[in-house]
Nanobody
Framework: QVQLVESGGGLVQSGGSLRLSCVAS????????MRWYRQVPGLQRELVAGITSGGNTNYVDSVKGRFTISRDNAKSTVYLQMNSLKPEDTAVYYC?????????WGQGTQVTVSS
């Protein structure tokens, strides 16, 4: 069983930056595919960025060039560096971990970008 704990959310002005962290425990972190999703009330959860166990990354088009996902296997942590934030980035951000057919979710962290 993998537990995920996110941190780093908050309130920031448009154009600002935040770094989200997600610490995993209870599993072999290096084997996990890690992702960040976000959700706005009333809308579906959206994949923002992902990083495989091998370090390959992918991003939704709306954040390309602004967000960077990275991982530190020694610290069992995945990060999401968010720069040039926009009001439309406001959402609850969730950390996801997956291995084979098993998935895990964090509790979410609120990111609010004011205009």
């Amino acid at each position: 069983q993998v537990q995920l704990v996110e941190s780093g959310g908050g309130l920031v002005q448009s154009g600002g930056s935040l770094r989200l962290s997600c610490v995993a425990s209870g599993g072999t972190f290096s084997r996990l595919t890690m992702r960040w999703y976000r959700q706005v009330p009333g809308l579906q959860r959206e994949l923002v960025a992902g990083i495989t166990s091998g370090g390959n990354t992918n991003y939704v088009d709306s954040v390309k060039g602004r967000f960077t996902i990275s991982r530190d296997n020694a610290k069992s942590t995945v990060y999401l560096q968010m720069n040039s934030l926009k009001p439309e980035d406001t959402a609850v951000y969730y950390c996801y971990a997956g291995f084979m057919f098993t998935t895990y979710w964090g509790q979410g962290t609120q990111v609010t970008v004011s205009s």
